[in-house]
């Protein structure tokens, strides 16, 4: 079987907006500690306008997995949508200088390119609020075997069920995926968008999915489950492989009756957890890309989670693995 | 007298594209290590393209000079042409909610924001290729009462000699300048601009200029001295206020017969040079429009200098001056 590449993600293409915020920046807007706040462009606006000067640079979750993927070396490409306006080049160039195979050309006309104002607390904690724009207007249109063509792995994203035409997009991509022997592995997001699409998530984890990988509170939102324990019975039970990160408390792997555990790597000093999550995926999908076995990929998946928590920015740099042993 | 706010700033108004690269990357594009060029939109697209992921933050020489004496607790205002784009918004808010006023609207035609790739070297150092955009667009026409207002000190860039209409537009800020009794500033930007406009400028220093901030390079590139020395004879001979900056060897400022030396804070570790000579002209004038002595202002604008140099980024932030002493 040749593959198009080792990695396709689907996700929201974000630029971010990143400022220094203290709590009481936090109260006045109203959004809980850790959270990412869907907003609309006037909301944008509004909070832009209470905002400090920022910075802006390229995010979004799994579209920070495939970066991350492809400065440790492999293959991959991107399906997002952006707008034909400065954000959305700035994400795009991010991607191509990167060698991501962008998918899709930016839209000529509609919401400008998303962006996703950061404010990052005092403790390093990152709270989100996102103007998707451009992003929803990623449509089942834009689904194709041309697009999608035939990747080793095909990650989604669970934000891509925000879209309205998200869930269904999502289901014909796993169809072309499956047609082309590609496995279907999604990311949970974040436990408030597992809240927002609860059935939809519980499908095609159960009937599209071959691998998920997610963080603790995730899962337990997911399966309804109350600790790592209980889930762990439940993930048991499907035919499903789950990365599961558990922060301080390392990650573990599921795989029915096989579960790896993986010790965290303990940092001195954490800057900025933002990207810890998609740093793992794009470690441990590496791994799984390269047929390495589950504790290499649980290896690997905590090797770069465990680099970008010590720097600021979400994105692993190039050259990550010259030093893995 | 009532002014209108302390100091208000004319200038080109650009968004800064940051990444790190090594001398085989300025070797490539043909850039000497520190210069500013100036590249069209063909340029700095096939620039763009070579460039791997990159940050934007707003920049621009007198901007941040003026986002950094807002900074310090002054009151000011920012005349400069930006685009009714995403680094047009970018731009202005970061201006604004320093509580900067800012006086032109954005154009909603012609030209993007500028914006400036600033390929940092490993030695801290910036090269800069720079496409102006938006800033070529302001005219004779921007500079009126209404827009220029009774600032008590109009501080001008070199840089803004390189749009077409700049030398006349210079030219009728300060007459507008000189008939509210408003003090003229210029920075001369960079030894390069210096000489792109060596007569234009000469008359403006002669007969407009009542202070100049420079480094020693822009200064001995002006009067075509040689040296400190030389420079100080040929600068104590005219009318005019000279800040001159001088890397780790201090600043020097000469007034007539009067010259007060300001030796350079030691520090471990530079970070990143970028904004030095901006941070200093903000510390320098922010001590001037508060009436203090010569050497008060040079103690001002060494402290400001010496904080910069520590950071990354050109702006000085917010509370520097807390622990002035």
Redesign the interface.
């Known amino acids: 079987m040749t593959y198009s590449e080792q990695l396709l993600g689907i996700s929201n293409a974000i630029v971010d907006v990143l400022e220094h915020v203290d709590q009481t920046f936090l109260t006045t807007v109203g959004a809980p500690l850790g959270s990412m706040t869907l907003i609309d462009e006037e909301q944008a606006r509004s909070l832009?306008?209470k905002?400090?000067?920022?910075?802006?640079?390229?995010g979004g979750s799994v579209a920070n997995s495939i970066?991350g993927f492809a400065n440790l070396g492999g293959s991959s490409a991107y399906l997002g949508k952006v707008r034909n306006?400065?954000?959305g080049?700035?994400f795009n160039?991010?991607m191509?200088?990167?060698g991501v195979d962008i998918r899709l050309p930016p839209a000529s006309t509609g919401p400008?390119?998303a962006r996703s104002h950061v404010l990052i607390s005092e403790d390093g904690q990152r709270t989100m609020q996102t103007y998707l724009g451009a992003c929803l207007e990623l449509c089942l249109a834009d689904i194709s075997e041309a697009t999608i063509k035939s990747p080793k792995t095909l990650l989604l994203e669970g934000y891509v069920w925000d879209i309205a035409e998200g869930p269904a997009l999502a289901k014909k991509a796993a169809e072309i995926a499956r047609q082309n022997g590609t496995t279907v592995a999604m990311s949970l997001s974040d436990s408030f968008c597992v809240e927002r699409h609860h059935e939809a998530f519980e499908d095609f984890v159960r009937n599209d999915a071959n691998i998920v990988v997610a963080d603790e509170d995730e899962i337990n939102a997911l399966f309804s489950t109350s600790n790592i324990k209980e889930a762990i019975e439940v993930l048991s039970t499907l035919d499903v492989l789950f990365a599961v990160t558990r922060s301080e408390k390392g990650s573990v792997i599921v795989h029915g009756n096989v579960t790896v555990e993986q010790a965290a790597t303990k940092v001195e000093e954490i800057v900025d957890t933002t990207g810890a999550g998609d740093a793992y995926a794009a470690g441990f999908l590496y791994g799984w890309t390269n047929d390495r076995t589950l504790s290499e990929c649980a290896k690997y998946g905590t090797y770069c989670a465990t680099k970008v928590i010590q720097q600021l920015?979400a994105?692993i740099e190039?050259g990550l693995l010259d030093n893995f042993s």
């Open positions: 832009y306008s905002m400090t000067p920022a910075i802006e640079t390229s970066a306006d400065q954000f080049d700035i160039h991010d191509a200088s990167l400008s390119t920015g994105r190039k």
